[in-house]
């Protein structure tokens, strides 16, 4: 008995009777782990200013601050003992690194760059006791 035909597969470059569904887009977001006492702080501005006439200084053309700057914590590193994440840090601009993650200028700075912590405001103001006002 002779066999039946049997479906050939689709040749190269041509694709089978039925549409194929579009893959899902896959997230692949890596995982960044910091490294010691490191911390990445959101810092608010960009460091230029304008003068009382309306001309633009860039951060390039002011000297050095010497003023404090306050940031969110976005990233801790494993061995950070006074800071955790949302949390409120108070640094100075020039002893961290500029970094640019997922589009974002960031700064990276070391635990003992760190002046002062504050817990984040949305969890201080619930759990704060009322005391005495002076």
Same mark, same amino acid.
């Given at each position: ?21 579009? +893959?899902? #887009? &896959?997230?692949?977001?890596?995982? *960044?782990? %910091?490294?010691?006492?490191? =911390?990445? !702080?959101?810092?608010? /501005? ?34 950070? +003992?006074? #800071? &955790?994440?949302?949390?409120?840090? *108070?640094? %100075?601009?020039?002893?961290? =690194?500029? !970094?640019?993650?997922? /589009? ?31």
């Amino acid at each position: 008995m002779p066999r039946a035909a049997e479906p050939k597969p689709p040749a190269k470059g041509k694709t089978a009777s039925k549409p194929r569904k579009p +893959r899902a #887009a &896959k997230s692949v977001e890596p995982t *960044l782990r %910091l490294t010691g006492d490191r =911390l990445v !702080v959101r810092a608010p /501005g960009n460091g230029e200013r304008t003068s009382a006439g309306g001309l633009l200084i860039p951060a390039t053309a002011m000297p050095a601050p010497k003023r404090l700057s306050w940031g969110d914590v976005t990233l801790i590193g494993p061995d950070v +003992r006074v #800071a &955790k994440m949302g949390d409120r840090v *108070l640094f %100075l601009p020039t002893a961290g =690194l500029e !970094v640019e993650l997922e /589009g974002e200028d960031l700064v990276l700075l070391r635990e003992r760059d760190v002046q002062a912590v504050t817990e984040a405001a949305a969890s201080t103001a619930k759990d704060r006791a009322p005391g005495q006002y002076l």
